[in-house]
């Protein structure tokens, strides 16, 4: 009953920031390291950003590297994408994810669209 719920995402223009959230169900959230992933219409799904159990580390895409930051509170099984300075190229359905899930199970994803 693993369950995996994106929110936040809407419309930004370009150069604003925006702040997605990830709550995990069914599984001992504070024991698995957690990614985000995203995926553009025509695109395959890029992991953009992951975090350890304790979020002590955290490693992001070269796209994202300097404007998104990735952090958990393992007491809400909660993990958070802070994005600022939005580009338009960041447009695409935002998923959270276990970094060693095999199931192929993904939640629904949150849309983010960047646009004047």
């Known amino acids: 009953q693993v369950q995996l719920v994106e929110s936040g995402g809407g419309l930004v223009e370009p150069g604003g920031s925006l702040t997605l959230s990830c709550a995990a169900s069914?599984?001992?959230?504070?024991?698995?390291?957690m990614a985000w992933y995203r995926q553009a219409p025509g695109q395959q799904r890029e992991l953009i950003c992951s975090?350890?159990?304790?979020?002590?580390?955290?490693t992001y895409a070269d796209a994202v590297k300097g404007r998104f930051t990735v952090s958990r509170d393992n007491t809400k099984n909660m993990m958070y994408l802070q994005m600022s300075s939005l580009k338009p190229e960041d447009t695409a359905v935002y998923y959270c994810?276990?970094?060693?899930?095999?199931?192929?199970?993904w939640g629904q994803g949150t849309q983010v669209t960047v646009s004047s």
């Open positions: 069914g599984f001992p959230f504070g024991f698995y390291r």
């Open positions: 994810n276990r970094v060693d899930n095999v199931s192929g199970y």
């Open positions: 975090i350890t159990t304790g979020g002590g580390r955290t």
